[in-house]
């Protein structure tokens, strides 16, 4: 072979070896990247491929050395990792945009009106299910009957769960069914009666006894709930989301929804603190796919404090005797906690009130014994006694929090607490300290999906009216920085899925979002203005 053939050869086989090795699918430039790494640092451009991040870099360097059939100019946009919600409930938040919306509901009468429309435009529900009903956004704040529904739906069984899930005002109808009678009485939850009459309402286990009874759910349901809500968390800048409290045969649908590739959104997922979910996933390790892992336990100390099902060391200052209860026996939080531990399972437990945060993190401090990385969490962290904030860090007990309970509940929390207890409520500044991070949510469907809303609930400390004008004990607020941390790389450590996504950094997943205002510099006033424009997962254009 001629020498002159044999170089030529040579210098176009190095050439398409060089061209493959800096072949990328994508790479993204001219924009103000927030890689949310150790440093916070930001950078102009990163390439992608196969889905993941290949590197990082200036304008210049990342364009220079990579060559790729699709690249996104930002056009100077902020660019930052995909959002995580570190506590919602995917699940039942798709179910809910398929209820009547009692959201913003100004009076029950009001709320009666929606369940009669929906009915009329949906007759063929067998049963009627709504959600987002707030009696202290109603005049007197006083829980209704449901002589109105029976009136209504004399034949139809009604459901209507209170905004926080923790509390609900059924019919007759459903009361029947459930086989409820005035009298009966249970642990940690109630059925209320007036003269000895059942009034409909039904708080925290009470509600079990008659969701109990609703007609199992099918696959096109599932498909139909979770991919409305998907689109709605992908509009939102959402890409992992924590699922709080899911049965297995519900793990196992979405599973495989996620494997058919008919579902995109990535999940962790905690199981409910169930026996069958036990005799499911205790004796193995936890699940995990590209886009979902099981590792979370979410048990349930007490109930909310808008219901006054939270549990308080001193009574209500707006219901006199009256503390709240936790939903089991104490002896059953020790022993759950004893088994997790010996396990590779995340406890994370539903805690609102002073009292059952302190037992809760009394009982993590015994099972635990000292620092670790179990990450067990309190989810909400809500009223903390000022003795106990130091048992958080003792065991590195992870606080979960929701900025925008905040500044739902400071309207009333005051009334419910007193002047005192109120002070080391919501208390983020103060929960962050203990372990230097702290994980954010927003709780939805209890409250809106807006991770903006979470943002200015987090630094303003305000609502999205504005209120108040200096914020809400704004010496518990956070940094812009530790605010985007909270949402992203602290969201995701939370779930122990801080090498996947979180940030952008080479190797991890390709989860971005390009928005229309910068975070870290946008006035408070504009924050609910900032859109989404794109949202990727994987690489993949989502929204």
């Known amino acids: 072979m001629p020498r002159l053939l044999v170089v030529v050869i040579i210098f176009s086989l190095l050439n398409v070896a060089c061209k493959s090795t800096n072949a990328v699918d994508t790479i993204v430039h001219n924009g103000v990247v ?16 196969g889905g993941k991040i290949v590197a990082t870099g200036t304008n210049n360097e990342i364009l220079k050395k990579y060559e790729a059939n699709q690249t996104i100019d930002a056009k100077g946009q902020a660019v930052y990792p995909g959002l995580i919600d570190a506590h919602a409930h995917f699940l039942g938040y798709g179910q809910s945009l398929f209820m009547v919306d009692l959201f913003g509901a100004a009076t029950w009468e009001e709320a009666v009106e929606r369940v009669k429309k929906f009915a009329k435009e949906h007759p063929e529900e067998k049963w009627i299910k709504g959600r987002g009903w707030d009696q202290n956004k109603w005049p007197g704040k006083l829980y209704p009957t449901n002589d109105k529904l029976n009136e209504a739906f004399p034949g139809t069984p009604v459901i209507l769960t209170r905004v926080d899930g923790h509390a609900a005002i059924v019919n007759q109808k459903t009361l029947d069914l ?8 249970l642990t940690g939850g109630e059925i209320e009666t007036k003269e000895g009459k059942l009034t409909g309402l039904l708080i925290d286990n009470a509600v079990d006894l008659v969701t109990g009874k609703v007609p199992p759910s099918t696959i096109d349901d599932y498909l139909k709930w979770l991919s409305k809500a998907q689109k709605n968390c992908f509009e939102a800048g959402l890409t992992t989301v924590a699922d709080c409290g899911l049965m297995y045969n519900d793990v196992e649908t979405i599973d495989g929804l996620q494997k058919e590739g008919k579902l995109d959104m990535r999940l962790y997922v905690m199981l409910s603190d169930d026996t069958a979910n036990y005799n499911r996933y205790l004796h193995k390790e936890p699940y995990k796919s590209d886009k979902m892992f099981v590792k979370g336990i979410k048990v349930y100390a007490d109930g909310a404090l808008g219901s006054r099902g939270a549990c308080l060391l001193e009574p209500y200052s707006d219901k006199k005797g009256w503390s709240g209860f936790l939903l089991k026996d104490k002896k059953y939080f020790d022993s759950i906690a004893g088994v997790i531990a ?3 399972y995340q406890m994370c437990t539903h805690a609102i009130g002073d009292s059952a945060n302190r037992e809760m993190l009394r009982i993590y401090n015994r099972a635990l014994n000292g620092k670790n990385d179990k990450r067990w969490r309190i989810e909400h962290a809500q009223i903390i006694n000022a003795a106990d904030f130091t048992l958080f860090g003792t065991s590195s007990i992870i ?35 203990q372990n230097g ?13 807006s991770p903006f809303k979470t943002f200015l609930a987090a630094v303003f400390r305000k609502d999205s009216k504005g209120f108040p004008e200096g914020g809400f004990q704004s010496e518990n607020a956070l940094t812009r920085e530790e605010t985007i941390k909270g949402m992203t790389i602290w969201a995701a450590r939370s779930c122990f899925l801080e090498n996947e996504v979180g940030s952008i950094e080479a190797g991890k997943k390709a989860d971005f979002i390009i928005l229309s205002q910068d975070l870290m510099k946008v006035a408070g006033k504009d924050v609910l203005n900032t859109k989404v424009v794109n949202t990727y997962i994987g690489g993949k254009k989502v929204f």
């Open 34 to 49: 927030y890689t949310v790494d150790e440093n916070f640092k930001t950078v102009e451009a990163f390439a992608v491929k």
């Open 399 to 433: 606080p979960s929090v929701q900025p925008t309970h905040a500044t739902s509940d400071m309207y009333w929390a005051e009334e419910r607490l007193g002047p005192g207890r109120i002070k080391s409520g919501y208390a983020f500044k103060q929960l962050l300290r």
């Open 178 to 185: 459930a086989e409820i009678h005035a009298g009966q009485t």
């Open 342 to 344: 010996k396990t590779n």
């Open 437 to 449: 991070w702290i994980p954010l949510g927003t709780d939805f469907p209890v409250e809106d999906i």
